[in-house]
């Protein structure tokens, strides 16, 4: 079946713009969490969604950035006011979350603030 | 606070040779934990995961790790590298069964002809 999709690829914006950065999970999957990847770094965490609600929005790094996932499916990350400390790929990962489990990630949305 | 070391940030080793990375974590309790490969312009692809039992796990791609609680350890291993695994390889930990995950900074391996 599909994975987890991601959209767009790629996105440019300018400093102090607003973006949003969607995922699509893999079908039937519950859970869905959110990393950013910094250059030469490992994904961080962000927010993790068990169906609509979010479970741990611990690693949002200010109020700037929020997320939703107002039907348990599709999730629609936003960043307001962008800064260029926000340039990043950006990865989404699902899970069954139903018990020890496997979370599987899109390609990514590569985020560049000018 | 759970964390996790990748001391290596990169390994060259020759095609055909054994591999090693080195993975150490920091979590109180019996921690779950994953080695994840990420190949240029992919997505992120597990290779293996640890959540109870024996303690060495078999992977995809020949690769296998093993959990050592008296070091916090858990080393990922493949006998013979082939080209195409070169790579980002990353290691992480999780605290429960559908938590976040930590993960480390990464070991990119390069292999020699």
């Known amino acids: 079946g599909a994975g987890v999709s991601q959209t767009p690829s790629n996105k440019v914006t300018e400093k102090g713009k607003y973006v949003e950065l969607r995922c699509d999970p893999i079908?039937?999957?519950?859970?869905l969490y959110w990393y950013r990847q910094s250059l030469g770094q490992g994904p961080e965490f962000l927010i993790y969604?068990?169906?609509?609600?979010?479970?741990?929005d611990s690693g949002l790094p200010n109020d700037r950035f929020f997320a939703v996932r107002p039907e348990g499916s599709v999730s629609t990350l936003k960043i307001q006011r962008t800064e260029r400390g926000d340039s990043a790929v950006y990865l989404c990962?699902?899970?069954?979350?139903?018990?020890?489990?496997?979370?599987?990630f899109g390609p990514g949305t590569r985020l560049t603030v000018l | 606070a759970q964390s996790v070391t990748q001391p290596d940030i990169h390994i060259t080793v020759s095609e055909g040779a054994s591999l090693e990375l080195r993975c150490n974590y920091s979590?109180?309790?019996?921690?779950?934990l994953f080695w994840y490969v990420q190949s240029p312009g992919q997505g992120l692809q597990l290779l293996l995961k640890?959540?109870?039992?024996?303690?060495l796990v078999q992977g995809i791609k020949g690769f296998e790790a093993e959990f050592k609680r008296s070091q916090s350890s858990f080393n990922l291993r493949k006998p013979s590298v082939h080209w195409s695994d070169a790579a980002e390889y990353f290691c992480?930990?999780?605290?429960?069964?559908?938590?976040?995950?930590?993960f480390g900074k990464g070991t990119r391996l390069h292999i020699l002809p």
């Open positions: 992480a930990v999780g605290r429960n069964r559908d938590d976040k995950i930590i």
């Open positions: 969604f068990q169906g609509t609600g979010a479970a741990d």
């Open positions: 640890y959540f109870s039992g024996d303690t």
């Open positions: 979590y109180g309790a019996t921690p779950y």
């Open positions: 990962a699902s899970s069954m979350g139903n018990g020890p489990d496997t979370q599987y």
């Open positions: 079908s039937g999957h519950t859970a």
